[in-house]
C-alpha cells in the first residue's frame, strides 16, 4: 500500500493549507485514515482520525481549526488547516494501519 501526501508548504500565521493524501488501497472506503505530525525534537502525535463511517475525531490542539475529509472516488483523504500558528509547524504524515507516507513539511511563520 502506498500513501502519498502533498500540500504542505511556508504559511503565515493565521492562514490555510489543506494536505492530500492518495493512497493506492482498493478498501479506501472501509479504513481508518489519519493523520499525524512531528515537530521538531518532539514525539509524533496524532492530529485527526476519519472513521469507516465519516467520524471524525481531533486532538484538543486543532479541534475548530483542523477538519479531515475522505473523497472515496479519488482514495484521497484531506486535512483542510486554518488559523495556523508556529505550533503547527510539523511534518505531517497520513496513516492507514501499518502504513505510512513520507510526509510533508507544514511552516508557520511569519
Known amino acids: 500500500v502506498q500513501l502519498m501526501e502533498s500540500g504542505g508548504g511556508l504559511v503565515q500565521p493565521g492562514g490555510s493549507l489543506r494536505l492530500s493524501c492518495v493512497t493506492s488501497?482498493?478498501?479506501?472506503?472501509?479504513?481508518?485514515l489519519s493523520w499525524y505530525r512531528q515537530a521538531p525534537g518532539k514525539e509524533r502525535e496524532l492530529v485527526a482520525t476519519?472513521?469507516?463511517?465519516?467520524?471524525?475525531t481531533y486532538a484538543d490542539s486543532v479541534k475548530g481549526r483542523f477538519t479531515i475529509s475522505r473523497e472515496k472516488t479519488k482514495n484521497t483523504v484531506y486535512l483542510q488547516m486554518n488559523s495556523l500558528q508556529p505550533e503547527d509547524t510539523a511534518v505531517y504524515y497520513c496513516?492507514?494501519?501499518?502504513?505510512w507516507g513520507q510526509g510533508t513539511q507544514v511552516t508557520v511563520s511569519s
Open positions: 496513516n492507514l494501519g501499518p502504513w
Open positions: 488501497r482498493t478498501t479506501f472506503s472501509i479504513d481508518f
Open positions: 476519519i472513521g469507516r463511517l465519516g467520524g471524525t
